[in-house]
């Protein structure tokens, strides 16, 4: 069965405790398998050439993006409330983190809610963000990646813990918590080198605003990857998100993908499963106003697309 998430209010029309507490709490009462946070640390001033969006010149970041919350602390508060509920992220920029501290806090929050943790990772594209809060250079966001993967599967195994990644170095030692279960590793990106890493290292692919016709072709080439490898192809996921700033009807035609509303956007869930996803996640906290029409869209989102999978 597909599973079906949403993310949590991160944005600063939310209150970043309130809010995320009550959403977590009515997503999971209404029968969602997950919820979702991102990483975002700024919004240049300055969106010209480079700074563009995704890197695309000149393209305008989104006025919601000033005033996004930590993830880690969000899927925490998120925790802390809820029972059964998986805690996604989609995704956590890897560069911008130590990658000791960041095993350990996904370690500590898998732990602390009993294996619920599943942890998308991605590289990054903003110059601007490298420029300000991360300890690599962007030019090394793919080696800092891989890092990470080599040494979180270190922190997350047994005791005594070693690596050496030739610019981290840890000799036998003890690090705890550990997770509660192997915490599922879901990468980003569309890039050849970034779909043969997901092949080759991850549990999963997470595709972001992905139309359902390129998450088919993406999705039969990272399987193929996949069994060049070595590995089970049926072994790897796709998560894919419906990336929604508005939940207006649609009367294009035909629809572009993931215009629309709550109805419309249940019938690109459908078409997402036939491509090949097995996880569908909806940003709806950036459709709407306050947490509390965010709860009703988000029942009558989950109400439809159940019925469209059916």
């Known amino acids: 069965m ?25 997503f999971e009462e209404i029968g969602y398998d997950s919820l979702w946070a991102f990483e975002r640390l700024l919004v240049p001033r300055d969106q010209s050439g480079p700074h563009g969006l995704y890197g695309v010149p000149d393209l305008p970041w989104p006025d919601l993006y000033r005033g996004v919350t930590d993830p880690l ?12 509920i998986e805690l996604a992220s989609g995704v956590l920029v890897v560069p911008f983190h130590a990658p000791l501290q960041l095993a350990r806090a996904l370690a500590t929050l898998d732990a602390a809610s009993g294996g619920r943790v ?21 030019t090394g966001r793919g080696r800092a990646l891989d890092e990470f993967l080599d040494i979180a599967a270190a922190v997350w195994g047994p005791d005594p813990v070693t690596y050496d990644t030739g610019r981290y170095r840890v ?19 569309a890039g050849e080198k970034a779909l043969a890493r997901v092949a080759r290292r991850a549990d999963g692919w997470v595709a972001s605003g992905t139309a359902p016709a390129q998450v088919r072709t993406t999705w039969a080439r990272i399987r193929e990857m996949a ?9 790897i996921s796709c998560a894919v998100q419906i990336g929604t700033l508005d939940i207006t009807e ?5 629809r572009p993908p993931y215009a629309g509303n709550v109805a419309q956007l249940a019938e690109d869930v459908a078409a997402l499963a036939e ?36």
């Open 171 to 189: 000799a036998p030692a003890d690090i705890s918590p550990k997770p509660a279960r192997p915490i599922p590793v879901l990468l980003g990106g």
């Open 73 to 84: 602390i969000t899927l925490t508060l998120a925790a802390a409330v809820t029972e059964r």
């Open 118 to 138: 599943i942890a998308g990772l991605g590289t990054g594209w903003s110059p601007d963000e490298f420029e300000a809060g991360s300890p690599v250079p962007r």
């Open 250 to 254: 649609s009367t294009a035609s035909p």
């Open 227 to 235: 069994a060049e490898a070595g590995r089970d192809p049926a072994a």
């Open 275 to 310: 491509a090949g996803a097995d996880h569908v996640y909806v940003t709806l906290p950036a459709a709407v106003d306050d947490v509390k029409e965010l709860i009703d869209r988000a029942a009558e989102f989950h109400e439809k697309a159940r019925a469209a999978l059916a």
């Open 2 to 26: 597909v599973k079906l998430g949403i993310n949590l209010p991160q944005f600063r029309n939310y209150s970043p405790g309130a809010d995320v507490i009550a959403a977590a709490r009515a």
